[in-house]
């Protein structure tokens, strides 16, 4: 079962889905948490502008393989 869901979770269409979401919502999160420090050249996080993309990632794919293992 474990072996299925990680399969799952690398799947193209899935993965694919996953960095579409992190990619706007880590955008729009990284603008109100850091924005003033990108737009006025202050020192960005690098380490917290990483991980506000990575935790939509992880989000929106725990979401996708819970989903297809239900219906499974």
């Given at each position: 079962m474990q072996n299925?869901?990680?399969r799952t979770a690398f799947r193209p269409d899935i993965v694919k889905r996953s960095?579409?979401?992190a990619l706007v919502v880590g955008t729009v999160l990284n603008?109100?948490?850091q924005g003033?420090?990108?737009v006025?050249?202050?020192s960005?996080?690098?380490l917290k502008c990483l991980l506000t993309y990575?935790?939509?990632y992880c989000v929106a794919t725990y979401g996708a393989v819970s989903a297809l293992?239900?219906?499974r």
């Open positions: 299925t869901m990680y960095l579409i979401v603008l109100i948490n003033d420090q990108w006025h050249s202050g960005v996080n690098l990575t935790v939509p293992a239900r219906v």
